[in-house]
C-alpha cells in the first residue's frame, strides 16, 4: 500500500484512508516527537493492548483506557491492586485481557524504578539519522530495527512485560522517534 490522495487532496500513507479515526490519527499523532513519561507511558501499554489486534480497535477505545487506567499515570496505575484488575476485566471499554492488563499494571511499577525517566530511555534508542531513501510503500518498511531490539531488551531488563522488538517498533513509529511516512505524504520530513 502507497499513498493515498484524500478527499481534502493532501497525500497521505495508504492505511490512513482506510477510516475517519486512522486519518485523524495519521494527520495529527502518528509519527510526531512524543516526550513525557504519562503520554510515553501511555503509548506503551496501548501498544501491548494492540498485540494481536488492530490498531482501530485501539484508537476506538482509547478514552475508554485512559479513563480506565487513570490517564495511564504511572504512579496512580503502579497502585492497582486485584481488585483493580478484576474490575477492569469487566469494563467492556477497554481490551479485556488478563495478562495486558496485569502486564500494565506491572509495567507502571516498573516505570517508577527505572534510573532515568522513561522518556529518556525510550528516547535514548532513536536513530540519529534516517539510512536510505523514504519507503514508497507499508510493505517496504519493518516491523523490527536493531534498535527496536535493543529497546525490547532494555525494558525487558528493568523487568517490563508486553515489549518485544515488533511493539517497540510500532511505538518508536508512533511517538516519532522514527518517521516511517511514506514517500510523497504531506506528513513525510523533508
Known sequence: ?????GPDGRARCGWAGSAPEYLDYH?????VALHGVVPLFERLSLEGFQSGLSWLVILRKREAFRSAFAGFDPAKVARFDA?????????????????KI?????NAQRV???????????WSFAPNTRS????????????????????????????????GPT???ALM????????????CWRAAP
Request: hydrophobic share 45%; aromatic share 4%.
Open 83 to 99: 481488585a483493580d484488575v478484576d474490575r477492569l476485566l469487566t469494563d467492556a471499554g477497554i481490551v479485556r485481557n488478563r495478562a
Open 132 to 163: 536510505g531513501p523514504r519507503a514508497a510503500a507499508l510493505d517496504e518498511l519493518p516491523s523490527t530495527t536493531a534498535e527496536s531490539t535493543a529497546m525490547a531488551r532494555e525494558l525487558k531488563r528493568h523487568g517490563l512485560r508486553f515489549v
Open 27 to 31: 494527520d495529527t499523532e502518528w509519527g
Open 102 to 106: 496485569e502486564a500494565t499494571v506491572h
Open 1 to 5: 500500500m502507497s499513498v493515498l490522495v
Open 173 to 184: 513509529q508512533a511517538a516519532g522517534l522514527v518517521d516511517d511516512h511514506l514517500a510523497g
Open 167 to 169: 511493539t517497540c517498533y
Open 112 to 122: 517508577l524504578d527505572l534510573e532515568q525517566p522513561l522518556d529518556e530511555l525510550l
